[in-house]
Structure formats: structure tokens, C-alpha cells
């Protein structure tokens, strides 16, 4: 496999309000999408830009927020209260080769290859076969796609 673009960084928060204000009057963000509720998933998101070269979008902030009683980051909150750094995500042009050549590696793959927030299949591998980062994997959204 080769690694693809880093599409987010997921941000986990106890509160997207607080989080959406802080980027906006703190590091002065000047795009931030309107947040919305992704049960599937179980989180709330809000998706923050960061500029990339010549006018395009760059990696985007991902702002997440506990959904729902079975919520996967409700853990990560117990333990860092305040919120934080959460996740990595890479594109990739095959999501099922992907997911193939992470579990021949004998990583821990989380759960099923799902729809994520951007529309395309996404899949998690754990964090302690990954050097201690939560990797998510998505495959690319195609030219023109809602990003
Ligand atoms: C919006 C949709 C989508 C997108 O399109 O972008 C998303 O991003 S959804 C984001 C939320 N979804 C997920 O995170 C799904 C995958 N995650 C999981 O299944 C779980 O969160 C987890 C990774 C299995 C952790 O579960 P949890 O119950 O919180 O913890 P454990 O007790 O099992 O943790 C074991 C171990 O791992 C450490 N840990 C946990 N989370 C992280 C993390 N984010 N980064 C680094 N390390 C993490 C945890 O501290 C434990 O360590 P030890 O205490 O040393 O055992
Ligand atoms: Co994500």
C-alpha cells in the first residue's frame, strides 16, 4: 500500500460549540462547515479547513463529539476530559485493498469498512498497532464529490 493524502486530523471535544469557537477566535479559522450528527458513527461532527496551495483545501480539523449512549469515543473522554488529539486520517485509492494489506500485516482492524463523514468507505485500525495513533483509512473521495 501506499500512503495517500492526510485528509483530517480528528479532534475529540466535550463540546463542538466550544471547540468551533476556539478555532474560529483563537486560530482564526476562516472556514468552518456547518456540524452535523452522524449516528452511524456516534459522534457529532464539524469539519474545520485549513488552507492548502494555490486556493485548494488543505487537511481539515475534525471535530468530534460523543453521540449516543454506545458513542466510540466516550472512553477517550473519560480520559482526557478536556478533549484532544484522536485520530489520523490517510486517503487511499482502494479501501478494500487497504483493509487487505493492514490485516496481512496482523493489524487490529476495528470494526467494519463503513461510510464516513465524507461520503466514502472508511475503516479504523487500533491504535496500539499503529505506533500509538488511531489510524483511519478512507478512500478518496472522486473528483467534483462533496468534500
Ligand atoms: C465522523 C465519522 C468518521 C470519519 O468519517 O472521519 C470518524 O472519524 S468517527 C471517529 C470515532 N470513531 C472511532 O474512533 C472508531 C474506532 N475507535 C474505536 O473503536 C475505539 O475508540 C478504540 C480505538 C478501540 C478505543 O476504545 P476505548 O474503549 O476508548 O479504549 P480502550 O480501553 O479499548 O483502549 C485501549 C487502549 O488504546 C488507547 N487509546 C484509546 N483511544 C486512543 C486514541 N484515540 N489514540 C491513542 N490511543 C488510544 C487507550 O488509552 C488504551 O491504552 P492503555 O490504557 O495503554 O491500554
Ligand atoms: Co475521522
Redesign the pocket.
Given at each position: 500500500m501506499k500512503l495517500g493524502r492526510l485528509n483530517?486530523i480528528?479532534v475529540a471535544t466535550p463540546s463542538l460549540e466550544a471547540s468551533i469557537a476556539y478555532y474560529r477566535d483563537v486560530m482564526g479559522a476562516t472556514k468552518i462547515h456547518e456540524p452535523f450528527d452522524?449516528p452511524s458513527?456516534?459522534?457529532k461532527?464539524c469539519f474545520v479547513d485549513t488552507p492548502g496551495e494555490n486556493g485548494t483545501a488543505g487537511t481539515q480539523i475534525?471535530l468530534?463529539e460523543p453521540l449516543g449512549a454506545d458513542s466510540?469515543?466516550?472512553?477517550?473522554i473519560a480520559?482526557n476530559p478536556a478533549g484532544g488529539q484522536?485520530?489520523m486520517?490517510y486517503e487511499v485509492p482502494d479501501i478494500h485493498e487497504a483493509r487487505t494489506w493492514f490485516e496481512g500485516l496482523g493489524k487490529k482492524v476495528?470494526?467494519d469498512t463503513r461510510i464516513?463523514?465524507?461520503g466514502t468507505l472508511?475503516f479504523?485500525v487500533?491504535?496500539?498497532d499503529m505506533n500509538?495513533?488511531?489510524t483511519?483509512i478512507?478512500e478518496t473521495p472522486k473528483e467534483g464529490a462533496a468534500h
Open positions: 483530517h480528528g452522524m458513527n456516534g459522534v461532527v475534525e468530534i466510540p469515543i466516550h472512553g477517550f480520559k484522536h485520530h486520517c476495528l470494526g464516513g463523514a465524507h472508511i479504523f487500533h491504535p496500539k500509538g495513533v488511531l483511519e478512507m
